[in-house]
């Protein structure tokens, strides 16, 4: 489970940076253009106002990456939770069988074994049956 919300992390850490790189790329190219005397000045006025501009858009472009990545995670956790629970209960179904053998809750442990006891040779009886000269073969019976 903590590999998974790793991974969910890493690909946010990975996709915000993404974004902001391709809403700045215009402005660093525009920059790139520029020389001569006042330069530095020149490129820090364009990467502001671009930066300013796109500011808003860039900020609701990571909110909802984060919300996407928050919300398969949310999904994948209510599945993993559905499917834990799921095993918790046939254990707990099995720990319930193995307390009270061959009967239902409230039948004395005798009771419970005469049953299963009744079973094994209903069970043994028919075998017998199936196995006997007498019952030819499948196609027969």
Same mark, same amino acid.
């Given at each position: 489970?903590?590999?998974?919300?790793? !991974?969910?992390?890493?690909?946010?850490?990975?996709?915000?940076?993404?974004?902001?790189?391709?809403?700045?790329?215009?402005?660093?190219?525009?920059?790139?253009?520029?020389?001569?005397?006042?330069?530095?000045?020149?490129?820090?006025?364009?990467?502001?106002?671009?930066?300013?501009?796109?500011?808003?858009?860039?900020?609701?472009?990571?909110?909802?990456?984060?919300?996407?990545?928050?919300?398969?995670?949310?999904?994948?956790?209510?599945?993993?939770?559905?499917?834990?629970?799921?095993?918790?209960?046939?254990?707990?179904?099995?720990?319930? !069988?193995?307390?009270?053998?061959?009967?239902?809750?409230?039948?004395?442990?005798?009771?419970?074994?005469?049953?299963?006891?009744?079973?094994?040779?209903?069970?043994?009886?028919?075998?017998?049956?199936?196995?006997?000269?007498?019952?030819?073969?499948? !196609?027969?019976?």
């Amino acid at each position: 489970m903590e590999e998974r919300i790793s !991974e969910v992390q890493r690909t946010l850490y990975d996709q915000i940076p993404n974004q902001v790189r391709l809403k700045l790329a215009p402005a660093f190219e525009k920059a790139a253009t520029e020389s001569g005397r006042g330069m530095k000045a020149r490129i820090m006025d364009i990467l502001r106002e671009h930066a300013q501009a796109v500011a808003e858009t860039m900020f609701d472009d990571a909110r909802s990456i984060i919300l996407e990545g928050l919300n398969t995670l949310t999904r994948w956790l209510e599945q993993e939770s559905n499917e834990m629970t799921g095993a918790v209960r046939r254990c707990a179904a099995v720990a319930e !069988e193995n307390l009270v053998p061959g009967g239902a809750p409230g039948t004395s442990l005798l009771e419970q074994r005469k049953g299963t006891l009744v079973k094994m040779l209903a069970c043994l009886a028919e075998l017998e049956r199936d196995a006997s000269p007498a019952a030819g073969s499948p !196609e027969e019976r």
